[in-house]
């Protein structure tokens, strides 16, 4: 049984928040409502539905449940084609925000830190048969994908990132410290999260010869300045006068 999501404040489902994104198709020939068909995509992705072709079977066995849920009027759940149409012509920013936007009412006054990576989308491509690369922000402790963004060609990693950091910390006033691998080391990128009041932590090469040394450098000047947080001390064992 499908749960009726009226129930559920609108203001805080993900299905209300789908609602504010334009239907990029033309009026004349549509049969079934855009918003509709992205809340039956979702439903698909949620029950572990990568195809869009087995999302079409599972819509028919289950039509008399989702058609009123979702907002079908036909009598019949719209086919593989109509759905790659639509999902096609969609703005993929817009649909990102949409999606962060209702993130963040999950997380709200929520502190985490989250890891950034650099992701190849798997059969995914764009209009030239060329791979997605995407720039994804992941909070581990609460399993939340924050925001992920497309990487430009001829841009990097840490350019694409560098851009995302001030709607990223306004949306998720929670987000503490940011990790990365060695893709996110420039300069500018983590200057530009301490001046938006930020902390991060990443990983430096073996082939960085220059930044390892001055890190070394910091870190054995700051062990020699501080004192140590414990002491130990080595007990010596007593051995015995008697012998045999």
Known sequence: MIKN?????PSHTLFEQLNSIQDPRKKRGVRHNFHSILKLVILG????????????EFAK?????LKEQLGFTRDAP???TTIGRVLKNIDRQELEKVFQRWVSTKVKGIDMSASVDGKALRNICDGNGNPLFMVNVFAHDIQIAL???EIPEKKGES???RKMLKSLFETYPGLRLLTGDAGFTGRDLCREI???GRHYLVQIKGN???VQEVLKLHFDQERERREADAQSTEKKSKRSDNST
């Open 147 to 149: 925001a992920q963004e």
């Open 5 to 9: 999501t009226n129930s559920i404040a």
């Open 194 to 196: 301490n001046h938006l």
């Open 61 to 65: 066995e289950h039509w008399n449940q």
């Open 78 to 80: 719209p086919d593989a």
């Open 208 to 210: 960085q010869k220059n």
């Open 159 to 161: 350019t694409t990132f």
């Open 45 to 56: 992705f949620t029950s572990r539905l990568i195809c869009i072709e087995h999302i079409v």
